[in-house]
C-alpha cells in the first residue's frame, strides 16, 4: 500500500439513488468494526466522521427526469476537497453512500495524482458502469453519472463545473459489469475503457483480467482509486442493496481482487458504495464489505474471523 494510515470519511449520500437507506451506510460499517479491523493489522486509522455537503445552489437542467441535481453537485464539491485533502495525509476509504459520491472522490484524487506527478487510475467494481450524463438518464437518478463526470464525457453543459483533472478513460477499469443501459453501452464504444462483464470473468477468470490493469498500472508507476460497490457482489452474499443484479462476483472472487490489489502496492484510495442497511440481514453485507476492506489492506483469508448469521 502507498500508506500506513488509513483516514475514515463518511459520506452519507442517499440523493443519487432511487430509495432511501444509503445515508446509514457509514453507521453500519462502524457498527461492523471497520476501524477495529484495521487497527488489528496494524494501520493507524483516523476517523473523520461524517462530511456534509458543500452549500446549495440554484440548478437546474433541461431533462425532466433528473432528480437531486443540486445536492449531487453539493456533494460533490464537499467530497472532492475532502479527497484532495485527506489523500495528502493517508490512504482515505470513504463510507458511502450511493455511488455518485464518486464523481467527487474520484475527481478530488485525481487532482492529488496530478499534484504529485503520477498517473492515476481507476478500478470500478460493479455491475453497472455509471456511464449516463445528465441528458442520457432516463431513471434520474445521479448514481449513475459519476463515471461519466469524472471522465469529462459531454453532456454535462454549463450545469456542473468540469472535473479539474479529468480521468482518461484508458485508465479505467470496470470488473463485473452486468447490466448496461443502451445509451451507456454507446457511450463506452470507442472510449479505450477496459470493461470485464461477468461473462469475461467466467471465460478467463477475475485474476487473469485484474492482471492485465495491474501490469499496466505498474508499468507506469501509478496509483488507482478503488471504487467497491455492493453490488458488483451476487445478491446471494450481500442483500444490503437497492440495486441487485443476479449473477455477481463470489465470496472467493472478491476476495481476490482485493488480495491482489493489496498485494500491488498500488491503491491509494477507497471506496464502500451502495449499503442499504434497511434492506440488510442482520448487518451481514456491511461485515462482508468490512472484510473485503480488511483483505484490501493486508489481511489473507486464512486470518478472517469465522463468522455466524
Known amino acids: 500500500m502507498t500508506a500506513r494510515n488509513c483516514i475514515l470519511i463518511g459520506a452519507p449520500v442517499q440523493d443519487g439513488a432511487g430509495r432511501l437507506g ?26 473523520r466522521g461524517n462530511l456534509a455537503p458543500a ?44 455511488h ?10 485525481a487532482r492529488r495524482a496530478r499534484h504529485e506527478g503520477r498517473e492515476f487510475f481507476v478500478l470500478w467494481l460493479d455491475s453497472h458502469p455509471d456511464f449516463h450524463t445528465l441528458e442520457t438518464t432516463t431513471s434520474g437518478n445521479l448514481h449513475g453519472v459519476p463515471m461519466a463526470y469524472v471522465t469529462g464525457l459531454p453532456g454535462f453543459g454549463d450545469v456542473l463545473p468540469a472535473p479539474a483533472a479529468p480521468v482518461r478513460p484508458e485508465n479505467v477499469c470496470m470488473i463485473g459489469i452486468r447490466s448496461v443501459d443502451p445509451a451507456e453501452r454507446r457511450a463506452l464504444a470507442g472510449t479505450g475503457v477496459f470493461v470485464c462483464d461477468m461473462r ?5 477468470g477475475i485474476a487473469v483480467l485484474l492482471r492485465r ?97
Do not use: Q
Open 100 to 109: 455518485s459520491l464518486s464523481a467527487g472522490t474520484v475527481a478530488g484524487m
Open 55 to 98: 452549500p446549495f445552489r440554484n440548478l437546474s437542467h433541461p431533462n425532466p427526469a433528473i432528480r437531486n441535481l443540486a445536492a449531487f453537485d453539493a456533494w460533490t464539491r464537499a467530497l472532492d476537497e475532502a479527497a484532495f485533502a485527506a489523500s495528502g495525509a493517508g490512504l482515505p476509504i470513504f463510507l458511502g453512500g450511493d
Open 213 to 309: 490493469f495491474l501490469d499496466r498500472v505498474e508499468a507506469v508507476d501509478g496509483m488507482i482509486h478503488v471504487s467497491l460497490d455492493v453490488d458488483f457482489l451476487d445478491p446471494a452474499i450481500a442483500p444490503g442493496v437497492g440495486t441487485t443484479v443476479p449473477g455477481g462476483a463470489t465470496f472467493r472472487e472478491a476476495h481476490l481482487a482485493m488480495e491482489m490489489l493489496h498485494d500491488s502496492g498500488r491503491v491509494s484510495s477507497l471506496d464502500l458504495v451502495e449499503l442499504n442497511p434497511f434492506l440488510d440481514e442482520r448487518g451481514r453485507t456491511a461485515l462482508l464489505m468490512a472484510d473485503l476492506a480488511a483483505s484490501l489492506m493486508g489481511r489473507k483469508i486464512l486470518d478472517r474471523p469465522t463468522r455466524s448469521y
Open 200 to 204: 469475461a470473468i467466467d471465460e478467463n
Open 22 to 47: 444509503c445515508d446509514m451506510g457509514p453507521s453500519a460499517y462502524r457498527a461492523a468494526g471497520l476501524r477495529e479491523t484495521l487497527a488489528e493489522l496494524g494501520l493507524a486509522v483516523e476517523d
